[in-house]
C-alpha cells in the first residue's frame, strides 16, 4: 500500500515530466492527484489523466512506466525474443502468451486442457464451449455470435450486403458500413496499436476483433475441414471458408450466373446493362472493374499511384 509520502514523491516527479492541464478545459493543476480531483468535480470523470505521445494516461503506474520508457526505450525488452514493448502490461502479457507452458498461464479452463494469460481470453474460450441451434436449419454452432453471423447469411429473407460503391468492399452491418464511408470522406478514425504484436487498427472494435481472434488461440493451428489448409487463428479460417468453400447465391437476373459476392455481381451485370461504373481518377478511362482499375493506376500512372501510397502509409504513421 502507498503512503501519502510515496504519492507526494510520485507526483513532484510526474510535474518534471509532464504539464499538469486538463485536456478538457484547459485548467492547470499543482499536482497529479489535484488534477484526478479537478476531473471529478469539474467534469464527472474519475478518470483523470495527463497527456504524453497522443496518449491518455490515468494510472499512476502507468505514467511511471511512460517516464521509464522515454528514459530507456529498451527497459522494457522482452528477454526472450527481443521485441519492445512500451509498458509492463503489454510486456507480461506478450510473455505469457508467447514464452510460457500451458501450466504457467494462470486462467484455465475446466472443460479441456487449454491455459490462458488473460482471465478475457478465458472468457471468450468457454463460449466455445456451449453450443447453440439454428431454430430454422437446426445446425450447431459455438457460440452466439457465429449463430447470429449464420443467421444473417442463410436465413434473413434478402440481401443484406452493403457494398462500398469506391473501393468494392462489403458489409453486413450498416454501422461498419457508415464507418467505412466515413473514412473515405476523411473523417478521422482513432487508432490502437496492439501492445503484444505492435500492429496498429482502426477503430476501438476492430481493435477488439484483432485481440480476440488474433492473440487468444495461442500456438493452435486451425484446419479447415475442407481441403485441410490450415490457419494461424480461427478468423483467418472463417474468412478462408467464406471465400473458398462458400456457395455462390447473388445470382444475375439476366443471365442465371451466380456470384459469391455482390461486388462481383454488380461488376459482372454491367456486362448486360453497359453501365460504366468506374473512371481513372487520373486520364478518364472507364473501367467496370475495381482491380483491373487499380492495376492500370499503377502501371499508367506509377508516380501518383506512389505518391498517393506514401500519403498513406505517412498518415497511418501519425495517427
Known amino acids: 500500500m502507498k ?10 516527479l510526474f510535474n518534471k515530466h509532464f504539464r499538469m492541464i486538463c485536456d478538457l478545459c484547459g485548467t492547470s493543476a499543482a499536482t497529479f492527484t489535484i488534477l484526478r480531483s479537478h476531473f471529478w468535480k469539474e467534469h464527472k470523470r474519475r478518470d483523470g ?16 512506466d511512460h517516464i521509464d520508457f522515454h528514459a530507456n526505450p529498451d ?16 510486456l507480461n502479457a506478450h510473455t505469457l ?26 472468457a471468450l474460450h468457454m463460449e466455445r464451449h456451449v453450443k447453440v441451434k439454428c431454430p430454422q436449419c437446426k445446425k450447431m454452432f459455438a457460440c452466439n455470435s457465429t449463430l447470429s453471423i449464420h ?26 458500413f457508415d464507418r467505412h464511408m466515413n473514412e473515405h470522406m476523411g473523417i478521422e478514425v482513432q487508432r490502437f496499436q496492439c501492445g503484444i504484436c505492435q500492429r496498429w487498427l482502426k477503430g476501438e472494435r476492430n481493435f477488439r476483433n484483432h485481440m480476440n481472434w488474433v492473440h487468444t ?14 490457419y494461424p487463428h480461427s ?46 481518377e487520373h486520364c478518364g478511362i472507364p473501367n467496370n472493374c475495381k482491380a483491373n482499375l487499380y492495376q492500370h493506376i499503377k502501371r499508367q500512372h506509377p508516380t501518383e499511384w506512389a505518391q498517393k501510397k506514401l500519403k498513406a502509409t505517412q498518415k497511418s504513421g501519425s495517427s
Open 151 to 176: 443467421m444473417t447469411n442463410q436465413h434473413s429473407g434478402k440481401d443484406r450486403t452493403m457494398v462500398c460503391d469506391t473501393c468494392g468492399q462489403e458489409f453486413l452491418s450498416k454501422q461498419c
Open 3 to 12: 503512503t501519502q509520502q510515496d504519492r507526494n514523491e510520485e507526483d513532484q
Open 97 to 122: 502468451c508467447r514464452h510460457s507452458s500451458e501450466d504457467q498461464r494462470p486462467f484455465k479452463c475446466d472443460l479441456c486442457p487449454q491455459s490462458f494469460a488473460q482471465k478475457s481470453a478465458l
Open 49 to 64: 489523466y495527463v497527456v504524453c505521445c497522443n496518449k491518455k494516461l490515468s494510472k499512476r503506474y502507468t505514467i511511471l
Open 235 to 280: 478468423r483467418a479460417l472463417q474468412c478462408h471458408k467464406l471465400q473458398t468453400h462458400a456457395e455462390p447465391k447473388h445470382e444475375c437476373e439476366f443471365c442465371g450466373k451466380k456470384f459469391k459476392k455482390a461486388i462481383a455481381l454488380k461488376e459482372h451485370r454491367t456486362t448486360h446493362t453497359g453501365e460504366v461504373l468506374y473512371a481513372c
Open 75 to 90: 527497459v522494457f525488452r522482452c528477454e526472450v525474443c527481443g521485441k519492445k514493448y512500451k509498458n509492463k502490461d503489454t
Open 217 to 230: 488461440d495461442g500456438d493452435r493451428e486451425f484446419q479447415c475441414d475442407i481441403c485441410l489448409q490450415k
